[in-house]
């Protein structure tokens, strides 16, 4: 048996999110065009005989600029230390020289994976340029060209982690998909609906906090708090009458009714609470620990 714990790095964008979904089956974490989406490591879990994999997904890789950032950031390093086995993953569309500096920057001292993603947009040229310019680099052990996105290449990089997985007993039971709280999936799918719906700063500063989650008999019911930094965003976020706000929480309700394949009751609060990304009591409540 293997077992072991598996970390994916790579700057905003590259496409770990896709990646983990990819290889989970399931919307683990959340996947948005614009940056800066995944704030937390996100686990998720791979049991098959012979083998088990614990996939965490970091923030990208990003300069602090806020205490919110520097969290990120220490999220980056503590995967970083806790890993088996790194995937580092360069979009077919980034700067390979400036991914090989940041990942250099790791002083990873695990093996790891250079992944080549988003493949579906690549030559085969301009493949085979970026395979000898990362084969030459003493961190990497294995270049796999993968496409998250259209979920190829994935057998053989299963087959590569597992080659570099250590010898032991699984970590967790045959079932659990994540150790991560449901509140915690909930809260990241409400978030994806507000980067999906408002523009500019509004995403990012916003957070959400799952505060009740009652299993009733016939649904679920969930009361969340979107929480903003000014009145003018919290009026945002409403919209005229209440329409934008009804809109969210209706799209946010198909979703998480698809992930926990149950009916759920959902209300939505829209509270303002100034600073909130620089407060490190707030961020403790919001769970940026
Ligand atoms: P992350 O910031 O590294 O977590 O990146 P995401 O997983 O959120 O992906 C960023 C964007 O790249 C999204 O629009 C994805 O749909 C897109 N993307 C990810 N993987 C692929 C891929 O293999 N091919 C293509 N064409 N796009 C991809
Ligand atoms: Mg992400």
Redesign the pocket.
């Known amino acids: 048996m293997k077992a072991g714990f598996v970390s994916?790095f790579?700057?905003?964008?590259?496409?770990?999110?896709?990646?983990?979904?990819?290889l989970m089956g399931e919307k683990l974490?959340?996947?948005?065009?614009k940056?800066?989406?995944?704030r937390h490591r996100i686990k998720g879990i791979i049991t098959e005989p012979g083998y088990q994999i614990i996939f965490s997904?970091t923030p990208?890789i990003i300069e602090p600029r806020y205490k919110l950032h520097e969290k990120m950031m220490s999220a980056v390093k503590t995967a970083v230390d806790d890993a088996d086995v790194a995937l580092l993953?360069v979009?077919?569309d980034e700067n390979p020289e400036e991914a090989d500096a940041i990942f250099s920057s790791l002083r990873l001292g695990v093996p790891s994976l250079l992944l080549i993603?988003?493949?579906?947009?690549l030559s085969a040229d301009r493949l085979q340029e970026l395979r000898d310019f990362f084969g030459q680099k003493k961190y990497v052990k294995e270049i796999v060209p993968?496409?998250?996105?259209?979920r190829?290449g994935l057998e053989a990089l299963l087959a590569a982690i597992v080659g570099l997985l250590p010898e032991g007993e699984p970590f967790f039971e045959d079932d659990d998909l994540s150790d991560l709280p449901t509140k915690f999936f909930v809260s990241e799918m409400i978030r994806e609906k507000i980067f999906h719906l408002f523009k500019d700063e509004i995403p990012y500063h916003t957070t959400v906090l799952v505060n009740e989650f009652k299993e009733k008999t016939s649904l679920v019911k969930i009361r969340a708090d979107i929480i903003v930094q000014r009145e003018t965003q919290k009026g945002i976020l409403l919209g005229e009458g209440g329409k934008m706000i009804r809109r969210l929480g209706t799209e946010a309700r198909k979703d998480i009714e698809a992930f926990l394949q149950q009916k759920i009751f959902l209300e939505l609060f829209v509270k303002v609470r100034p600073k909130w990304r620089d407060n490190d009591n707030m961020l403790k409540e919001y769970g940026y620990h």
């Open positions: 994916i790579g700057r905003p964008n590259a496409g770990k999110s896709t990646l983990l979904n990819a974490a959340i996947v948005s065009p940056v800066q989406t995944t997904d990208g993953l979009g077919a993603n988003k493949i579906d947009r993968i496409s998250a996105l259209n190829t």
